[in-house]
Nanobody, 126 residues
Framework: QVQLVESGGGLVQAGASLNISCTAS????????MGWYRQAPGKERELVAA???????YYADSVKGRFTISRDDAENMVYLQMNSLKPEDTAVYYC????????????????????WGKGTLVTVSS
């Protein structure tokens, strides 16, 4: 079991960059698949990015080329580097963890993972 805490959210202007972080306050992220989800007001939660290990990652089409997920297992940290932010990126961003998938499909994680943080708000002004 792992307890996750996000940080680094805030208010930025369109075009800016922001790096949000997730740490495990209890347990370890080692051997877990890690993901970032977001939920905008009035919208369903969506998987933004997920990472099992270097070279094995997923990005939603809406963020591909702008966002990068990374992890540092030794520090128990997961990051989401967000560049060229747009107002439509405004949402609460959640860090999540789950057991690694078997096979190559990421669909297992589209509706959620097992362990969740409480979220951090990212607001992008136009």
């Amino acid at each position: 079991q792992v307890q996750l805490v996000e940080s680094g959210g805030g208010l930025v202007q369109a075009g800016a960059s922001l790096n949000i972080s997730c740490t495990a306050s209890a347990g370890t992220i080692t051997n877990y698949a890690m993901g970032w989800y977001r939920q905008a007001p009035g919208k369903e939660r969506e998987l933004v990015a997920a990472l099992i290990k270097d070279g094995d990652s997923y990005y939603a089409d809406s963020v591909k080329g702008r966002f990068t997920i990374s992890r540092d297992d030794a520090e128990n940290m997961v990051y989401l580097q967000m560049n060229s932010l747009k107002p439509e990126d405004t949402a609460v961003y959640y860090c999540a963890a789950d057991h690694p998938r078997t096979g190559s499909s990421w669909s297992r994680y589209f509706h959620g993972m097992t362990f969740w943080g409480k979220g951090t708000l990212v607001t992008v002004s136009s």
